[in-house]
């Protein structure tokens, strides 16, 4: 809602400010498509030579994504608490009960009573491989924990693609303005006979490439990488929240404590109160 808002906001800012102004929007609008099919295209292209296909195939995903928000807020991370806090007393309390947990997550009771994070490959990956790693005696909390802080840098490595390539247009798309516009002044010098007037719509129509290019580049693609970029990084403290959990479970911490330790992980504006976390618990117990 607030990125329609922001684009909205922009475009009536910039041109109603320069329709106010007396500007005259005929001059925009008949050189608009002739330098948005240059700038675009060019820009378009560039995209398409600098990124490979893992980067293409997550651009229109990851653009829609900017707009509908974080997949993971607080009422998520006080479920993923609660799901780790029913693992974690059953690995200690019945450890064979619990490979069938982990070996059929989506077969699995508990795991179906958190149908979001069931429906996240990377959540349910990360869980029911780092139990079954402890069920395997490979349960040195210090080496689990460098495993997953790897295995978490590399889902922020990849989820930053798209970001870092959607900044990398913005970077050139003002140099590709001033390509357009270049080509705009060559159009004017080749008809250097024609009157003053006719000589002036011209330039101004050169001009207009210069100004699309600053005016994606900052007002439209930039902050939209930016916002991407949030999304993920709020997405991405979700599993922190998860590794923060199982490695104090692996340092033979009260469970309790376990799930303290992961409330404590989550960023502040999405971490639950403990009160919350404390009657999420209770609410649990007793449907169990």
């Avoid at 009422?75 to 982990?102: G, I, W, Y």
């Avoid at 580049?217 to 930016?226: D, K, M, R, T």
Wanted: aromatic share 6%; net charge negative.
């Amino acid at each position: 809602m607030f990125g329609i808002i922001g684009i909205v906001l922009t475009f009536a800012m910039v041109f109603g400010g320069y329709i106010l102004a007396g500007g005259k929007m005929a001059v925009i609008t008949h050189s608009l498509p002739f330098e948005m099919m240059m700038i675009g295209g060019a820009a378009v292209g560039s995209y398409l030579l600098s990124n490979d296909g893992a980067t293409l195939k997550h651009t229109v995903p990851g653009i829609l994504r900017a707009f509908k928000g974080p997949r993971w807020h607080e009422a998520d991370n006080t479920q993923m608490l609660c799901l780790l806090f029913q693992l974690l007393k059953l690995a200690r309390s019945n450890p064979v009960a619990l490979e069938e947990h982990v070996e059929n997550p989506h077969g699995s009771a508990i795991f179906q009573a958190y149908p979001a994070i069931l429906a996240d490959g990377n959540a349910v990956t990360l869980i029911t491989d780092t139990l079954r790693s402890a069920s395997l005696n490979y349960d040195d909390p210090y080496q689990v924990e460098d495993m997953l802080a790897r295995r978490i840098a590399l889902m922020k490595e990849e989820a930053m693609h798209v970001p870092h390539a959607l900044q990398n247009m913005a970077d050139a798309l003002p140099a590709l303005g001033i390509v357009a516009a270049v080509l705009g002044v060559i159009k004017t010098m080749g008809a250097i006979d024609q009157p003053p007037e006719v000589l002036g719509g011209m330039i101004g129509g050169a001009l207009v490439g210069t100004f699309l290019g600053v005016f994606l580049a900052y007002g439209l693609v930039a902050p939209l990488s930016q916002r991407l970029a949030a999304v993920m990084k709020q997405d991405l403290a979700f599993y922190e929240v998860i590794k923060s959990v199982l490695i104090a479970g692996l340092h033979q911490h009260a469970t309790n404590l376990c799930v303290e330790v992961g409330r404590q992980a989550a960023p502040e504006h999405l971490r639950p109160s403990f009160t919350e976390v404390e009657s999420a618990l209770r609410e649990m117990k007793k449907a169990a």
